[in-house]
């Protein structure tokens, strides 16, 4: 608490910083043009929900990892499952990414979890899916991964394109 209070004494108007972190509504679709758009960059995909332990407790493990690849050019998005039509929801989410200090963009799917989950191939959250330059999805990390391998899945797959991005090309 003491945390979220000093932040937002730091960082001007709590409106404006709420605002920052604030999920942004969206359809499955809306989230494919995003997915789709950029190509040429990495996009890493949290997919969370503030009902869910496991994805609070995983959620600083992927926020470091953007700290250590927003550098190199690696977006990072996180795609929220809560009720986007319930005001203490989104509260909640935004409360939960302000306090995580994680200033990149953040949506939350008004679509059925079931139909996203469908045509995402997930089965259960926490998830993790890491779309390549060519925004073909190159990896995807569920809940059946332990904890303290997911900075390593992920970590090696962005090593990966980041290795191949500076390869020389015959």
């Known amino acids: 608490m003491a ?11 709590s409106a404006n910083t709420q605002a920052s972190y604030q999920p942004k509504p969206t359809s ?9 758009s950029n190509p040429g960059k990495i996009l890493v995909v ?12 995983r959620f600083p493990i992927i926020h470091r990892l953007q ?3 927003k550098s190199q050019g690696i977006e990072f ?16 989410a935004t409360q939960f990414l302000q306090e995580q200090q994680a200033n990149y963009p953040h949506f939350i799917m008004k679509d059925p979890m079931a139909l996203v989950f469908h045509f995402l191939e997930l089965e259960a959250l926490p998830a993790v899916v890491i779309y390549g330059q060519n925004r073909q999805r ?3 990390v569920e809940a059946t991964v332990p904890t303290d391998q997911l900075s390593e899945r992920v970590s090696i797959t962005l090593d990966k394109w980041l290795f191949a991005e500076k390869t020389p090309k015959q």
Do not use: M
């Open 138 to 140: 190159t990896l995807k």
């Open 46 to 57: 949290d997919l969370w929900a503030t009902w869910c332990k496991p994805c609070r407790d």
């Open 77 to 92: 998005i996180t795609l929220s499952f809560d009720d986007p039509r319930d005001p203490v929801a989104i509260a909640l």
């Open 28 to 36: 499955f679709k809306e989230f494919r043009e995003y997915v789709s």
């Open 3 to 13: 945390l979220t209070i000093a932040f937002l004494c730091s960082s001007g108007s």
């Open 67 to 69: 700290d250590r690849y």
